[in-house]
């Protein structure tokens, strides 16, 4: 693949994944297009170019244009169905091609800060700086996980478990040197809890970010 069409793949995926955050994965929340491209890093100037993305995730059905100004810019857009299946999966297996996209570990989707990448190691484990995002991210996540504790109905052995995943993480959070494989583990056991809580509809809203926190490590 030549440059010129990774970077098109790239800001492509990129949008689509900025407007499934954006919209907390719901196929019914509109959002700004102008936000959306804003977020990833497109200025003024860039409008056509993000009326061409637009215009293929829509033609791919992964996106729906609800309202244009300027010559077909996007105002107003929402995921589609097909869409949040394809970043979910595009975010659960980074080293595979997704339907429309090659792997995201490869497209470096918003340049993926404070990434790192190991191979051919035993027992080791990753140091790394937290970017302001994911601090920003993880503590928003943090107090939603609190807040909406008492609606998961956890039983006693399984609510002791997610206190103590999320204790570690918050000390991984304010350590000099957080490891990211310890991260990744604690966001993991979350997953797993949040999925089997008896309060499904809350446990499955809190789930659905995990993704996004682990894409961002």
Known sequence: MNDALK??????????????????????????????????????????????????????????VAA?????????????????????????HPDQPTQHFMPINILNVETMIGSNIQQGTIASSQNLELSADFLTEMQNFIAELK????????????????????????????????????LRECLGSLKRILEGAAGGAAGATLA???PLLLAML
Not at 71 to 82: K, L, S, Y
Not at 166 to 175: G, K
């Open 68 to 92: 244009r100004v300027r010559g077909g810019f996007p105002a107003n857009v929402r995921i589609t169905h097909a869409g949040i299946k394809e970043i979910e999966g595009a975010l659960s």
């Open 147 to 182: 807040d909406q504790q008492s609606h998961l109905d956890l039983a006693d052995e399984v609510g002791a478990e997610f206190n103590s995943e999320l204790a570690t993480i918050e000390a991984q959070m304010a350590s000099p040197k957080p490891k990211n494989a310890i």
């Open 208 to 210: 659905a970010k995990i």
């Open 7 to 64: 970077e098109k793949q790239r800001l492509r995926i990129a949008y689509l994944n900025k407007v499934y955050e954006l919209s907390s994965a719901d196929t019914d929340s509109f959002i700004n297009g102008a936000e959306a491209a804003a977020q990833i890093g497109m200025e003024n100037g860039q409008e056509d170019e993000v009326r061409t993305i637009a215009n293929y995730l829509e033609g791919e059905g992964l996106l729906k």
